[in-house]
Nanobody
């Protein structure tokens, strides 16, 4: 059974930093794109950053220059380094991964981790 498990959320003051991690476990052949989404109260889930396997990352305009997405393919893990955090970054952050299984490619989500930025 494939799972994506996130860690690293929490409460931080504005201007602070947090680093999120998401590890994929289970049986699969490869991971294509991995990324991070977030959903603030009353808002739709939005893409924060995504990084394909061996490709160039893309970012939402709202976090460019402050957040950095990276991945360690050997560990099946994606990271999100968040610097200069703002109160408007407060949201539940979800990890997403496109994985190749024996039965085909499937999309998976983590359980979400809360990030709260106080002013």
């Amino acid at each position: 059974q494939v799972q994506l498990v996130e860690s690293g959320g929490g409460l931080v003051q504005a201007g602070g930093s947090l680093k999120l991690s998401c590890a994929a476990s289970g049986t699969f052949f490869t991971i294509y794109t991995m990324g991070w989404y977030r959903q603030a109260p009353g808002k739709q889930r939005e893409l924060v950053a995504a990084i394909p396997s061996g490709g160039t990352a893309n970012y939402a305009d709202s976090i460019k220059g402050r957040f950095t997405v990276s991945r360690d393919n050997a560990k099946n893990t994606v990271y999100l380094q968040m610097n200069s955090l703002k109160p408007e970054d407060t949201a539940i952050y979800y990890c997403n991964g496109a994985l190749q299984l024996r039965i085909g490619a499937r999309d998976y989500w983590g359980q979400g981790t809360q990030v709260t930025v106080s002013s």
